[in-house]
C-alpha cells in the first residue's frame, strides 16, 4: 500500500473532471483517473500533466468494469482517500420526444454512482473510518431545465444521495458532500447558441460562465481542508442560485 493519500475521480479526464484531478495532483495526491475509451486520449493527456496518477478505464453503467476498477486500485495503490463522482452525461430532449432507452441511459449512471462508492466505501474508506466523498451536482437539479428533465433528476438524486449517505456515516470520519456548478465553461456548455448563452448570463451575476478551476477549488477545499463539514451542497454559479 502506497503512503501517498489517494484520489479517484471518476470522468477525470474532461472538463470538470480534469480541473479536479489536477488540483487533487498539485495537492500531493495520487490521482486515479476514470475514463471510458471515447475520451482516453484526453485522459492521458491530462495524466501527461501531473506528477503521481494512473488511468482506470471503466464504464459506470457496467457493474462487472466497476469491479474490476476497484480491483486495479487494490491491486495497485491499495488506498482511497477522496472520491470525487464526476463522472456524468446529459441526453437532451423535451419530455414528449424523450425515449425510454435514453431515460435508462441517464439513470444508470446514478446506479453506476451509487455501487461506486458502496465498493470504495466497504474496501478502503470503512476499513480506516477516514474519507471523503464528494459529488458533483447541477444547479439545474434544483431549479430545473427544460430538455432536460432526466437529467436534472440524476442530478437531483446525486445531492440526496449526498444527505443520505452522509447521515449512514453518523460518527465516522467520513465526510459525504456535493457541489452543484451553474453553467460552466466545458465543451458540454460551449456549442450552445449564442442566444442561449446570452439569456443564461442576463440570470448571472458575475455575468459569465464559470471555469471548471473555480469547481475543482471548491473540490479541493471539501478534500483536504474541510473537517466540520458534511451532507452539504455547496453551490457554485456566479449567482445564478443560492440555494
Not at 463522472?87 to 425515449?99: L, P, R, T
Request: hydrophobic residues 40%.
Amino acid at each position: 500500500m502506497t503512503e501517498k493519500p489517494v484520489a479517484i475521480v471518476t470522468g477525470g479526464g474532461t472538463g470538470i473532471g480534469a480541473a479536479c484531478t489536477i488540483a487533487l495532483a498539485s495537492e500531493g495526491f495520487c490521482v486515479g483517473i476514470n475514463y471510458i475509451p471515447v475520451v482516453e486520449r484526453e485522459s492521458r493527456s491530462v495524466l501527461e500533466q501531473i506528477k503521481d496518477g494512473f488511468l482506470l478505464e471503466g464504464d459506470l453503467t457496467k457493474t462487472d468494469q466497476i469491479d474490476n476498477m476497484v480491483n486495479q486500485i487494490k491491486d495497485g495503490p491499495g488506498r482511497v482517500d477522496v472520491l470525487v463522482n464526476s463522472a456524468g452525461i446529459c441526453i437532451n430532449e423535451s419530455m414528449n420526444y424523450m425515449k425510454m432507452d435514453d431515460f435508462d441511459h441517464q439513470r444508470e449512471i446514478v446506479r453506476g454512482t451509487w455501487y461506486l462508492t458502496k465498493k470504495i466505501l466497504r474496501q478502503f474508506m470503512l476499513r480506516k473510518d477516514n474519507g471523503r466523498i464528494i459529488n458533483i451536482s447541477s444547479v439545474v437539479g434544483h431549479m430545473g431545465n427544460p430538455g432536460q428533465i432526466p437529467y436534472t433528476m440524476e442530478k437531483a438524486a446525486l445531492d440526496a444521495f449526498t444527505k443520505s449517505l452522509a447521515k449512514e456515516l453518523w460518527g465516522r470520519n467520513i465526510l459525504v458532500n456535493s457541489v452543484a456548478p451553474g453553467f460552466i465553461d466545458t465543451t458540454m456548455t460551449r456549442y450552445l447558441p449564442e442566444k442561449v448563452k446570452e439569456r443564461i448570463l442576463e440570470n448571472v451575476p458575475l455575468a459569465r460562465f464559470g471555469r471548471p478551476e473555480e469547481v475543482a477549488d471548491v473540490v479541493l477545499f471539501l478534500a483536504t481542508r474541510a473537517h466540520y463539514i458534511t451532507g452539504t451542497v455547496i453551490h457554485v454559479n456566479g449567482g445564478l442560485y443560492g440555494g
